[in-house]
């Protein structure tokens, strides 16, 4: 993970940032920094599941952000990099434009219909207005089954 991400982490912890989840049918799992990033699981039909990166972008994880009650995403993060989840792959081909209110909203292949495996869980880094603006999505610079390595401007941070 870059410097910046730790930073924005660190900011995070440090001002104890602990956000309310606005909707409870939706969680970040697994973050390695604090409760604003993780794998992305949504609820259905009473059981946690995951969703698919296929087509996983910036958009998607807005909507999953904005959701949870966050001010909105900082990025979308592919290829299980907050650990593979257990049980159903319950969202495939998801393709949010950013504006839906729930994921739900947005066109995907229908409740439990994947071509996924684990690895390829999808998972988000959120922001609030106290930490992070973004102007624009970052740009993923390289990543590795270890790490990822983001490329964003730090416009202020307020401690």
């Known amino acids: 993970m870059s410097w910046k991400?730790?930073?924005l982490a660190a900011v995070c912890l440090a001002v104890n940032l602990y956000c309310l989840h606005a909707q409870e049918d939706v969680r970040l799992v697994n973050?390695?920094?604090?409760?604003?990033?993780?794998?992305?699981?949504v609820l259905y039909n009473g059981t946690w599941g995951t969703i698919c990166d296929?087509?996983?972008s910036?958009?998607?994880?807005?909507?999953?952000?904005?959701?949870?009650?966050?001010s909105d995403a900082v990025c979308s993060i592919p290829r299980a990099r907050?650990?593979?989840g257990a049980g159903p792959i319950w969202m495939d081909n998801?393709?949010?434009?950013g504006r839906e209110t729930s994921l739900?909203?947005?066109?995907?292949?229908?409740?439990?219909i994947n071509s996924c495996n684990h690895?390829?869980?999808?998972?988000?880094?959120?922001?609030?207005?106290?930490?992070?603006?973004?102007?624009?999505?970052?740009?993923?610079?390289?990543?590795?089954?270890?790490?990822?390595?983001?490329?964003?401007?730090?416009?202020?941070?307020?401690?």
Do not use: Y
């Open 5 to 7: 991400c730790r930073l």
């Open 31 to 41: 973050g390695t920094f604090g409760p604003h990033m993780g794998r992305v699981e």
């Open 54 to 56: 296929d087509f996983w």
């Open 58 to 70: 910036f958009s998607d994880a807005r909507v999953a952000c904005r959701m949870m009650g966050f």
């Open 82 to 84: 907050f650990g593979e």
């Open 94 to 97: 998801l393709r949010c434009s």
């Open 104 to 112: 739900e909203d947005c066109p995907f292949n229908g409740w439990g």
């Open 119 to 159: 690895n390829e869980d999808a998972g988000a880094i959120c922001a609030t207005d106290d930490i992070l603006e973004t102007p624009e999505p970052p740009v993923l610079v390289g990543s590795t089954t270890s790490s990822l390595s983001l490329q964003w401007k730090l416009l202020h941070v307020f401690v």
